[in-house]
């Protein structure tokens, strides 16, 4: 039976364009004219995706993208915001909707073809066994300091974790206020955190995360932030100790994107992880946030061997030196991550982590090796023969580094 993509435009030519295209591909193709008409044909065909425009008479794209996601119907389904805007605003107006992507007019047949393909195949992907005997291992990247690379950090070692095991990796994004994890991926907010929120804590179960988490092609399932900070009213603590609970059975790593605080629910996924990697710049105002997390952590008790002290240079030229950081913190530095300036700034632009964008370039290779580092051991001592060539020459970059581990 062949895959039912709905087309809403108010011009008929723009129908005819894409209906045709669509045929063409082999899919069936229902339309509508305008959003009344887009509303009333759901009722009887559902379709697997749509294509909505935005100008059109007594309902725009937009809201008829809003009112799709509210439908049971449709509220799952992949949209993609066909329009002749193509401002900045436009976009963002597109994803805060609920929509998957936006393509600008006029737009070339293959492009809207790779679009519709990427998207139908994320709604088929297969999700984790629903019975698995994982123990997943939960790393929590964390400062007490703005600006010094959690969000890069977080989001590039999910994506090195899934590609390095061949495993999907669930990255929780729990900086309510302002988390861009799924920015990072270049993903539309269609499913959030205030989707699990919603429900009471001890209803949450694997397959309300699963439906709540945003798939990446690269393996990588993010629980985002919400779009507006009110709409995280509803999560607890408990119902982020529940999820992290969950999910390590289900999934080899977990990687928290933690916010810049001590609130109750960064305190559950504090509690919850097994390795915490300490971010810290080379500057005065780091350092002493830095010094204020380790000493919490000692009056919670954490393990010294739990925290990874990482230095992060995200500004060209000197900073503090790093002895001086170490006698200062008494503690080690484990790691340092050289700045890379310009290709950090690229991937943020593209939505697409370093390590998936240029993986064999310095900062990608690097970010790869942090995670072969905080990877579970057993994985290192018997890799995937599916991927044992790649994991030998992670390995061998690794321990050229000469990692303090």
């Not at 959030?192 to 949450?204: C, L, R």
């Not at 109750?264 to 710049?281: S, V």
Request: glycine share 6%; aromatic share 6%.
């Amino acid at each position: 039976m062949p895959i039912r993509i709905l087309v809403v435009d108010d011009t008929e030519l723009n129908l005819k364009l894409v209906s045709a295209i669509l045929i063409k591909d082999g899919y069936e193709v229902i339309t509508a004219r305008n959003g009344l008409e887009a509303l009333d044909v759901i009722k009887t065909s559902p379709p697997a995706l749509a294509i909505l425009d935005v100008m059109m008479p007594d309902m725009d794209g937009y809201t008829l993208c809003g009112h799709f996601r509210q439908n049971p119907l449709t509220s799952k389904i992949p949209i993609i915001i066909l329009t002749a805007l193509t401002g900045v605003d436009d976009k963002i107006k597109a994803f805060d909707s609920g929509a998957d992507d936006f393509l600008a007019k006029p737009f070339e047949p293959q492009e809207l073809r790779a679009r519709i393909k990427v998207l139908l195949r994320r709604t088929v992907q297969e999700e984790p066994a629903q019975n698995s005997d994982v123990v997943g291992k939960v790393i929590a990247v964390f400062s007490l300091r703005g600006g010094v690379g959690v969000s890069m950090l977080s989001s590039n070692l999910a994506a090195s974790l899934s590609q390095i095991w061949r495993s999907p990796v669930a990255l929780v994004d729990l900086a309510f206020m302002n988390g861009q994890s799924a920015l990072l991926f270049d993903l539309p907010l269609r499913n959030t955190w205030a989707d699990v929120g919603n429900s009471p804590a001890k209803e949450v179960d694997i397959t309300l995360l699963n439906s709540a988490m945003l798939h990446h092609d690269s393996g990588v399932r993010i629980l985002a932030s919400p779009r507006r900070p009110e709409d995280s009213e509803t999560v607890t603590a408990e119902h982020v100790q529940l999820t992290i609970e969950i999910l390590r059975k289900h999934y080899e790593y977990i990687v928290l994107d933690l916010p810049h605080d001590f609130t109750e629910t960064t305190l559950t996924g504090l509690d919850m992880a097994d390795q915490i990697l300490l971010l810290l710049a080379p500057e005065t105002a780091s350092v002493r946030c830095a010094g204020n997390a380790l000493d919490t952590f000692s009056h919670l008790k954490y393990p010294d061997e739990r925290t990874t002290l990482i230095l992060n240079w995200p500004f060209k030229g000197k900073g503090l030196p790093r002895t001086g950081i170490e006698s200062a913190l008494k503690k080690e530095i484990n790691i340092v991550i050289p700045f890379a300036g310009d290709a950090v700034v690229s991937s943020i632009m593209l939505g697409k982590p370093s390590a998936l964008q240029t993986p064999l370039d310095p900062l990608g290779a690097f970010l790869e090796d942090l995670a072969y580092l905080n990877s579970k051991e057993e994985h290192k001592q018997n890799p995937p023969e599916i991927t044992r060539d790649r994991i030998w020459q992670v390995k061998k970059r690794a321990q050229a580094r000469q990692w303090k581990s």
